[in-house]
């Protein structure tokens, strides 16, 4: 098994006979502070902004095996068939494997998909998918692979072709490289910067809770994008000031000032749940309330918000009640910790 590296692209599919088979694992993500602003064109037009986000061991896994004929699809329990990449791109439940297929030229194959984030949950799972998708692609056509700002570029826009919606970058990096990531948004392209952090006192002082709503963030964000694009002043103020915040928030987490962390990611949310309506519900502000009332720093929504999972900074003391409390409001506690490791490829033999 090896995690990844960082070395050029790969331009043709020429699959080795000694890797019919791969397995790789990338990584689900809590933003902290910034997202959005990783949609082109928005991060430049606030300069200096940034995402800061770190991995979860909630993993994405993908097992691609060459076929004989066809494409199949298996995840949770059910199963899409298509007999070429246009068809399994066209179909309901394969559209962005499809997408996939037809940009690296895959052949036939069969392909297995866990993923431990809830369905909607906010967490980056369908960008960890692609990203998993195309290094499982990449090790079974031999040669040198992407390096993973190749790969994220690549994945991003065939998420964008998927959606017909812009789409940012920010899921991806944390799916390949681990870690505590700050994401600069610079003319020419980002920016990406390994925290030093303490991993594992960060995870004593985080929780990551699913909401029960299921959300969808392309809709809002392409609402959002076209505003800012059009000069609202209150969204300008308003990305304004979670530039600011997440600036601030890379030097709390290097000095492991969870407390300060943990309020800078509550004013981020104050300033996030503005920017369209929908992005806050009745739901997410009573859980965030129901962690205030027991000790916590601060809290937000993760990804675009409407749903999906909260992630929140706390006392490692008050964690279990929190936990507890957020339970009883009809949140589910995910076991989720920062990971420190990156995407994992292993080449398997066929039949293994």
Request: proline share 5%.
């Amino acid at each position: 098994m090896t995690s990844w590296p960082k070395t050029k692209t790969q331009t043709r599919f020429m699959p080795q006979r000694s890797a019919s088979r791969v397995r790789t694992r990338a990584w689900c993500r809590v933003d902290l502070a910034g997202g959005t602003l990783d949609l082109w064109p928005l991060g430049l037009l606030h300069p200096g902004s940034r995402t800061v986000n770190l991995a979860i061991d909630l993993p994405v896994e993908v097992d691609l095996a060459l076929a004989e004929m066809g494409y199949r699809v298996r995840q949770g329990g059910s199963e899409v068939a298509a007999n070429s990449p246009r068809e399994l791109a066209e179909s309901a439940g394969g559209g962005l494997i499809g997408q996939i297929a037809l940009d690296v030229g895959l052949p036939p194959s069969i392909l297995r998909i866990e993923s431990a984030s809830p369905l909607g949950g906010g967490l980056g799972a369908s960008s960890a998918l692609a990203v998993a998708t195309l290094a499982a692609a990449d090790a079974l056509a031999g040669g040198k692979p992407s390096s993973a700002t190749q790969l994220a570029r690549r994945a991003r826009d065939i998420e964008a072709r998927l959606m017909s919606l812009p789409t940012g970058v920010q899921d991806h990096f944390p799916a390949l490289l681990g870690g505590v990531l700050e994401i600069e948004y610079r003319p020419g392209g980002e920016r990406v910067r390994s925290l030093e952090v303490d991993i594992e006192s960060l995870g004593d002082s985080m929780l990551v809770a699913y909401t029960g709503q299921s959300h969808f963030s392309a809709g809002n964000n392409w609402r959002i994008v076209r505003r800012r694009l059009d000069g609202d002043p209150e969204i300008i103020e308003l990305f304004d000031g979670i530039r600011d915040t997440a600036q601030e928030l890379s030097e709390a987490l290097e000095k492991g000032d969870w407390q300060s962390a943990g309020k800078l990611v509550a004013r981020e949310w104050s300033y996030r749940s503005q920017l369209a309506e929908g992005i806050s519900t009745p739901v997410i502000e009573a859980l965030l309330a129901a962690a205030n009332r027991e000790g916590a720093w601060g809290g937000k929504a993760c990804g675009a918000g409407g749903g999906g999972c909260i992630v929140l900074l706390c006392p490692a003391e008050r964690r279990r009640r929190i936990a507890e409390a957020l339970e009883a409001a009809g949140a589910r506690v995910l076991r989720a910790r920062p990971v420190a490791s990156g995407l994992e490829v292993e080449r398997l033999a066929l039949h293994s």
